[in-house]
């Protein structure tokens, strides 16, 4: 199913002659747009040029101001990507417009950034209208930014899945953006000669940093790099693996209705205990796992071959390959940290966090969410779930559901089914009608599964 719809995506998309060179100067253009794509050193190459916005100028490049965080991570110039998103193309025109007339009136480029801006091409530009506008884009191995998004999700977005179901759901929906498909909508709107597209790997990058091979793609001259103000290390760096499952557990229990601030400071907190730690880098393979790993690589496989033809002719054809293995050299391993000692490390600093957040685990179980996620938590936070763990184990399977568990006949819905009923005598209704939710989705037609669905509704 997802060959067939590559297949049918690739066909419909033809192919476009590979660039020959990428000497085509960017100060060239009226105005140079940089879209991402997400997780390709974005946060750094902002960071940077909105720390030399003067130093750039004098080089003949404005780059209107924006906010960064405590962490130096920011959006860029989302005050323009996100209202073109949200339909609010006035706004956004009348901030484009005034960005361009003070770019003019000081005779510079103008430089946007904004991750914000690669899903909507069509709306960027009407966006430039008239202006002669040139498009950078970095593209990195789709199976290493589907991680590092993963990461993003669970970091600031209040994601809760895990990563292999996070994986599992985009080989099910259309996934252009992901795969770089959305690439030829940006030829078709600015042309293949005005997309300049990059590979994002760190052994290609100038002195392996987004941030300097961007500078230099400005045509800032190497021996002058010195001049300009570079950021202390990473920005924007992944979670340590453990301080990214407590957040994803810590996700269960934040309304992002209501607890934007409160996230806030508890992304804070582990982004600067992450950017302390020795970093631990583990291939996608080991991530995924084989049979997740081999199907994505074939869902990549003919999206990258088009990708890869929008780069530069010295491109290697391996570039957008997923490594086999974990990096090696600076990156070196380490013991792991369990979640409760990242509690007690990263939490800790922000006052009254860790009693806040134990309070809501201690809520959420007394509700009766009973599942892994909701009781490792518990425990982490130092919450007393020995009654709620009584409550689990003194359920007892008799021989009939034993026997029934055990048919050879038996397939996924069944054993769905099983695990719905276990549940339910255990208290955690709300996981069980999850579960039957799958079942059904798996047997349509079983009336079991309906009544049982009915008994859990009531």
């Given at each position: 199913m997802?060959g067939?719809l590559?297949?049918?995506?690739s066909?419909?998309?033809?192919?476009?002659?590979r660039?020959?060179?990428?000497e085509t100067p960017?100060?060239?253009?009226?105005?140079?747009?940089h879209?991402?794509?997400?997780?390709?050193?974005s946060?750094?190459i902002?960071y940077?040029a909105?720390?030399?916005?003067?130093?750039l100028?004098?080089?003949?490049?404005?780059?209107?101001?924006?906010?960064?965080?405590?962490?130096r991570?920011?959006g860029?110039?989302s005050?323009?990507?996100g209202?073109?998103?949200?339909?609010?193309?006035d706004e956004a025109?009348?901030?484009?417009a005034?960005?361009?007339?003070d770019?003019r009136r000081q005779d510079a480029t103008?430089?946007l950034?904004?991750e914000?801006?690669?899903?909507?091409?069509?709306?960027?530009?009407d966006l430039?209208g008239?202006?002669n506008?040139?498009?950078?884009?970095?593209f990195?191995?789709?199976?290493?930014?589907?991680i590092s998004?993963?990461n993003q999700?669970?970091?600031r977005?209040?994601?809760?899945?895990?990563?292999?179901?996070?994986?599992?759901?985009?080989t099910?929906?259309d996934s252009?953006?992901a795969t770089?498909?959305?690439?030829?909508?940006?030829v078709e709107?600015?042309?293949?000669?005005?997309?300049?597209?990059?590979?994002y790997?760190?052994d290609l990058?100038?002195?392996?940093?987004?941030e300097?091979?961007f500078?230099?793609?400005?045509?800032?001259p190497?021996?002058?790099?010195?001049?300009?103000d570079?950021p202390?290390?990473q920005?924007?760096?992944?979670?340590?693996?453990?301080?990214?499952?407590?957040?994803?557990?810590i996700?269960h229990?934040?309304d992002?209705?209501?607890?934007?601030e409160?996230?806030?400071?508890?992304?804070w907190?582990l982004?600067?205990?992450?950017d302390?730690?020795?970093?631990v880098?583990?291939?996608?393979?080991?991530?995924?796992g084989d049979e997740?790993?081999e199907?994505?690589?074939?869902?990549?496989?003919?999206s990258?071959?088009?990708?890869h033809?929008?780069?530069?002719?010295?491109?290697?054809?391996?570039?957008?390959d997923?490594p086999?293995?974990?990096?090696?050299g600076?990156?070196r391993?380490r013991?792991?940290?369990?979640e409760?000692?990242?509690?007690e490390?990263?939490?800790?600093t922000e006052a009254?966090?860790i009693e806040?957040?134990a309070d809501?685990a201690?809520?959420q179980?007394?509700?009766?969410?009973?599942?892994h996620?909701?009781l490792h938590l518990?425990?982490?936070?130092h919450v007393d779930?020995r009654?709620?763990?009584?409550?689990l184990?003194?359920v007892?399977?008799d021989?009939?559901?034993?026997e029934?568990?055990l048919r050879?006949e038996?397939?996924t819905?069944?054993y769905?089914?099983?695990?719905?009923?276990i549940l339910?005598a255990a208290g955690?209704?709300?996981a069980?009608?999850?579960?039957i939710?799958?079942?059904?989705?798996?047997?349509?037609?079983?009336?079991?599964l309906?009544?049982i669905?009915e008994?859990?509704?009531?």
């Amino acid at each position: 199913m997802v060959g067939s719809l590559i297949n049918r995506l690739s066909r419909a998309l033809g192919t476009v002659k590979r660039r020959e060179t990428d000497e085509t100067p960017l100060s060239a253009y009226d105005v140079v747009l940089h879209i991402g794509a997400p997780k390709t050193g974005s946060s750094a190459i902002q960071y940077f040029a909105n720390a030399n916005r003067d130093r750039l100028l004098e080089y003949g490049f404005y780059y209107p101001g924006h906010g960064v965080d405590p962490n130096r991570v920011s959006g860029g110039h989302s005050n323009i990507g996100g209202p073109l998103i949200n339909d609010r193309t006035d706004e956004a025109k009348k901030r484009f417009a005034r960005f361009l007339r003070d770019a003019r009136r000081q005779d510079a480029t103008l430089v946007l950034s904004a991750e914000s801006f690669y899903g909507v091409p069509e709306a960027v530009r009407d966006l430039v209208g008239e202006a002669n506008a040139g498009v950078l884009a970095y593209f990195r191995d789709p199976m290493a930014a589907l991680i590092s998004a993963y990461n993003q999700l669970v970091k600031r977005h209040y994601g809760t899945m895990t990563l292999a179901e996070y994986a599992v759901g985009l080989t099910r929906r259309d996934s252009r953006r992901a795969t770089g498909l959305i690439l030829q909508d940006w030829v078709e709107q600015f042309g293949a000669d005005r997309l300049h597209v990059l590979p994002y790997r760190r052994d290609l990058l100038a002195q392996g940093q987004a941030e300097v091979d961007f500078a230099l793609r400005l045509g800032i001259p190497a021996a002058e790099l010195e001049n300009f103000d570079w950021p202390e290390g990473q920005i924007n760096v992944s979670y340590s693996p453990s301080a990214l499952e407590l957040k994803r557990l810590i996700n269960h229990v934040l309304d992002k209705r209501v607890d934007a601030e409160l996230n806030q400071q508890i992304d804070w907190a582990l982004q600067r205990y992450s950017d302390a730690q020795e970093k631990v880098r583990r291939s996608p393979r080991e991530l995924l796992g084989d049979e997740a790993f081999e199907a994505l690589r074939a869902f990549f496989a003919e999206s990258n071959a088009y990708v890869h033809g929008l780069m530069p002719s010295e491109t290697p054809p391996e570039v957008l390959d997923p490594p086999e293995s974990a990096e090696t050299g600076r990156f070196r391993a380490r013991r792991r940290f369990s979640e409760e000692q990242v509690a007690e490390e990263a939490l800790a600093t922000e006052a009254g966090l860790i009693e806040e957040l134990a309070d809501r685990a201690r809520r959420q179980v007394d509700a009766g969410k009973l599942d892994h996620d909701a009781l490792h938590l518990a425990e982490i936070l130092h919450v007393d779930v020995r009654q709620h763990i009584a409550r689990l184990t003194c359920v007892a399977l008799d021989a009939e559901t034993v026997e029934r568990i055990l048919r050879e006949e038996n397939q996924t819905a069944d054993y769905l089914r099983e695990i719905a009923v276990i549940l339910e005598a255990a208290g955690d209704r709300a996981a069980a009608r999850k579960v039957i939710e799958k079942a059904i989705e798996l047997r349509p037609g079983g009336k079991a599964l309906q009544r049982i669905a009915e008994r859990l509704d009531r």
